[in-house]
Nanobody, 115 residues
């Protein structure tokens, strides 16, 4: 099992930036990839970005060019740098780890973007 703890959420004005962090801990042989999802009020959870253990990153079209996912394998940590934030980015952001035993997700961190 992998335990994940997100941090870095908060309130920011439209056009501002935030950096989310997620630390993985627990007993696991390796993590194949880490992802960020988000869920806005009244909406389904949606995928935001993924980074593989090899460093390959992919993004949802809605955040491409504004968000950057990065990782520190030595620290089992993944980051999500969010820039040019929009009110529609308001959501709870969840970090997930994909590993040979399956996947695990954190409890989320709230990001609120005011207009």
């Amino acid at each position: 099992q992998v335990q994940l703890v997100e941090s870095g959420g908060g309130l920011v004005q439209s056009g501002g930036s935030l950096r989310l962090s997620c630390v993985a801990s627990g007993t696991f042989s390796r993590i194949n990839a880490m992802s960020w999802n988000r869920q806005a009020p009244g909406k389904e959870r949606e995928w935001v970005a993924t980074i593989t253990a090899g460093g390959s990153a992919s993004y949802a079209d809605s955040v491409k060019g504004r968000f950057t996912i990065s990782g520190d394998n030595a620290k089992n940590t993944v980051y999500l740098q969010m820039s040019s934030l929009k009110p529609e980015d308001t959501a709870v952001y969840y970090c997930g780890a994909i590993h040979p035993g399956g996947s695990n997700w954190g409890r989320g961190t709230q990001v609120t973007v005011s207009s």
